[in-house]
Structure formats: structure tokens, C-alpha cells
């Protein structure tokens, strides 16, 4: 089955630690994103990649890192520098993004609920 | 991308049609509408989408106003299946074209 995968389920980090969320996806989609989503909250995007090799800071990367080094995977790491991690996490994909994807639409992987220990 | 505002919940009786609204007011003339829902615990799934025509598949239908400043989800006979938060979402034309998610309507299904 085509689609997008995220793992772990369930995270726990150590305080002071770097943990890394992975996310793959089967679809052929050139662009990847990272959402952020806190209890009862809308989500916000942490990061996106266009294209391998490229990525760009969403509304919230202080305290994430992210890689593109191949086209299926856009892991997340959560680094020691973000003091607050507890959150769901979600990882989704598209056909293309930029000035063409008006019309393109996401799919989301079924997301890591972060809990600091 | 431009904001929308969605009433924070609303109430349905199963197999009654439920319209869900979205404004939009700041839209522009690229930007197309996206409706997700979310089921607990898991990730958002697409749902529909328009520019200016309505617009209908096997799970809704998108009503679009004719100045394009307001929008309506129909699901046309809620199931207790349906019970989620939805998302009405502005994709424009800006360089990482992201939807940016607001806080939805939480629709709940009475049966």
C-alpha cells in the first residue's frame, strides 16, 4: 500500500537529549513537511522540503533540525535546544509544492506523540 | 496563506446532513480551499477542495460563495464515523505553498 509512515508511535525523551522522528513515505511525492500539534490545537509547520537536499524553516524550527537525503525520507530531529517537545507530531507529503501545488493536496502519516520523561 | 474562521464546535444527529461553514474573507483570487478532518489520534485526511465552482465527491460536498469569501462543507448524511475536527484551509501561491492549520471545527455526531 502507497502511503506515508511515521515512527515511533510513542516517544520519550530525556531531558537534555536529541530524539529523531522518522518519517517515510512511498508515494513518489517530491515535497515533505513537518507539523507540530499541541492539545486541542490547529497545526503548525515546523518544516518542508521542496525538493532532496533542500529544506526550508517553517513557522516553528527553533529547536529542530531536519534532512533530505533522499527522496522518500524527511526524519526530525528534536533537539536538547527545545525546551518544551511534548506534542504530536505529524509528517505528510505532496505531489510538488511551491507556486504550482494550489491544487495538490497532502497526506499525512499517522504521527509520534512526543512525551518528555 | 490568507485566514479562515470556523465555529469551534458543532452538533449532529446521525444520518441528518450537517453544513459546516468557513469564512474567508482576505482570500485572493489564486487561492484555492482545502477542507481536512481529523479523527483522534491520527493524521488529518483530505476531504475536498475548490476554487469557485462547487464541488462534490463520494465523501462531501464544497459550496463555495459566490464572492468567494465564505465556504461550506456538506456532509450530507452524518454517521457517527464522521465525529472529528475539520479543517478549512486557504492553499495560496506563496513559496513553500504550506497550509497553515487554524483550530477546525469539532463536529460531534449524536446517534
Known amino acids: 500500500d502507497g502511503g506515508i509512515t511515521q515512527s515511533p508511535k510513542y516517544l520519550f525523551r530525556k531531558e537534555g537529549q536529541n530524539v529523531t522522528l522518522s518519517c517515510e513515505q512511498n508515494?513518489?511525492?517530491?515535497?515533505m513537511y513537518w507539523y507540530r500539534q499541541d492539545p486541542g490545537q490547529g497545526l503548525r509547520l515546523i518544516y518542508y522540503s521542496q525538493i532532496v537536499n533542500d529544506f526550508q524553516k517553517g513557522d516553528i524550527a527553533e529547536g529542530y533540525s531536519v534532512s533530505r537525503e533522499k527522496k522518500e525520507s524527511f526524519p526530525l530531529t528534536v533537539t536538547s535546544a527545545q525546551k518544551n517537545p511534548t506534542a504530536f507530531y505529524l509528517c505528510a507529503s505532496s505531489v510538488i509544492a511551491g507556486q504550482g501545488a494550489t491544487n495538490e493536496k497532502l497526506f499525512f502519516g499517522s504521527g509520534t506523540q512526543l512525551s518528555v520523561l | 496563506d490568507a485566514k479562515t474562521t470556523q465555529p469551534n464546535s458543532m452538533e449532529s444527529n446521525e444520518e441528518e446532513p450537517v453544513h459546516l461553514p468557513c469564512n474567508h474573507s482576505t482570500i485572493s483570487g489564486t487561492d484555492y480551499i482545502h477542507w481536512y478532518r481529523q479523527l483522534p489520534s491520527q493524521g488529518p485526511e483530505y476531504v475536498i477542495h475548490?476554487?469557485?465552482s462547487n464541488v462534490n465527491n463520494r465523501m462531501a460536498s464544497l459550496a463555495i460563495a459566490e464572492d468567494r469569501k465564505s465556504s461550506t462543507l456538506i456532509l450530507h448524511r452524518a454517521t457517527l464515523r464522521d465525529a472529528a475536527v475539520y479543517y478549512c484551509?486557504?492553499?495560496?501561491?506563496?513559496?513553500?505553498?504550506?497550509?497553515?492549520f487554524g483550530g477546525g471545527t469539532r463536529l460531534m455526531v449524536k446517534p
Open positions: 475548490g476554487l469557485t
Open positions: 484551509i486557504l492553499r495560496g501561491t506563496n513559496a513553500g505553498n504550506m497550509l497553515t
Open positions: 508515494l513518489n511525492h517530491d515535497a
